[in-house]
C-alpha cells in the first residue's frame, strides 16, 4: 500500500479564499484523524472519523473549518474564509481502528496564508 | 479524556551517548502507548507500541521505551545515539477503541559531533 496520501503538498493562497485539503487513508482503515502542527500549539487533532461518520469534531477551530469524508477512500479538509492564522501542516492519519491499531500518518499539507 | 505530557522541549546528546526521553500520560483505563518520530518536513513515524503484556517494548532503530504504570509514564530510551537521530519526537496515548489519539507536545533532538 501507498500509505496516506495526502495532496496538495503545498498550498499558498491569499485571506479569504477557500482552501481545500485532502486525503486518501490506507485501504482498509476504519478511522481517519484531521490534525493540525504548529510550532505554538503542537499537534492538533482536529476531527476524527469512524466508518465514515464523524466521531468527534471538537478540534476545529472555528465554523470556518469544516470536514468530510463521503467514503472509505476519501476525506477533505475546508477552510471558507482562510485566514493567515490557519497557516500550518495539516496531517491526516488513517488508523486499522479497534484496539491495538496505530495511526498511520501522511506527509502533510503545509498551507501558507497570506 | 487522556492527556500527554513530555516535560522536555528539547534536548541536546553527544553522538554515542545514551538517551532518555520522558513522557508521562492521563487516561482512566488502560492506556494504548505509542512513540513517534519527525524528521523535518515529514510526517511522523510509528517508532514504537504498547498495548499490553511485557512492559520494556523494542522498537525501530534501536529505541526501547519502558511502561511503568506506577508512574504514569512511557520514557523512551537508546542506548547510543546517531547523528540521523535528531528530530522531533512525540509521545501518544490512544483510547480503547483506537479511536482518539493524544499527542503530547513533543521533545527535539540534537545531536552534537
Known amino acids: 500500500d501507498a500509505g496516506v496520501i495526502q495532496s496538495p503538498r503545498h498550498e499558498v493562497t491569499e485571506m479569504g479564499q477557500e482552501v481545500t485539503l485532502r486525503c486518501k487513508p490506507i485501504?482498509?482503515?476504519?478511522?481517519l484523524f484531521w490534525y493540525r502542527q504548529t510550532m505554538m500549539r503542537g499537534l492538533e487533532l482536529l476531527i476524527y472519523?469512524?466508518?465514515?461518520?464523524?466521531?468527534?469534531d471538537s478540534g476545529m477551530p472555528e465554523d470556518r473549518f469544516s470536514a468530510k469524508m463521503p467514503n472509505a477512500s476519501f476525506s477533505t479538509l475546508k477552510i471558507q474564509p482562510s485566514e493567515p492564522r490557519d497557516s500550518a501542516v495539516y496531517f491526516c492519519?488513517?488508523?486499522?481502528?479497534?484496539?491495538?491499531?496505530?495511526?498511520?500518518f501522511g506527509q502533510g499539507t503545509r498551507l501558507t496564508v497570506v | 479524556a487522556q492527556s500527554v505530557t513530555q516535560p522536555d522541549i528539547h534536548i541536546t546528546v553527544s553522538e554515542g551517548a545514551s538517551l532518555e526521553l520522558r513522557c508521562n500520560y492521563s487516561?482512566?483505563?488502560?492506556?494504548?502507548l505509542f512513540w513517534y518520530v519527525q524528521s523535518p518536513g515529514q510526517g511522523l513515524q510509528l517508532l514504537l507500541k504498547?498495548?499490553?503484556?511485557?512492559?520494556l517494548v523494542q522498537g525501530i532503530k534501536g529505541f526501547e521505551a519502558e511502561f511503568k504504570r506506577s508512574q504514569s509514564s512511557f520514557n523512551l530510551r537508546k542506548p547510543s545515539v546517531h547523528w540521523s537521530d535528531a528530530a522531533e519526537y512525540f509521545c501518544?496515548?490512544?483510547?480503547?477503541?483506537?479511536?482518539?489519539?493524544?499527542f503530547g507536545p513533543g521533545t527535539r533532538l540534537s545531536v552534537l559531533p
Open positions: 472519523f469512524n466508518n465514515n461518520v464523524p466521531i468527534d
Open positions: 501518544a496515548v490512544g483510547d480503547n477503541y483506537g479511536q482518539n489519539f493524544v
Open positions: 504498547y498495548f499490553s503484556g511485557d512492559t
Open positions: 492519519a488513517s488508523s486499522p481502528g479497534g484496539v491495538r491499531g496505530e495511526a498511520f
Open positions: 485501504s482498509g482503515h476504519n478511522s
Open positions: 487516561y482512566g483505563a488502560t492506556p494504548y
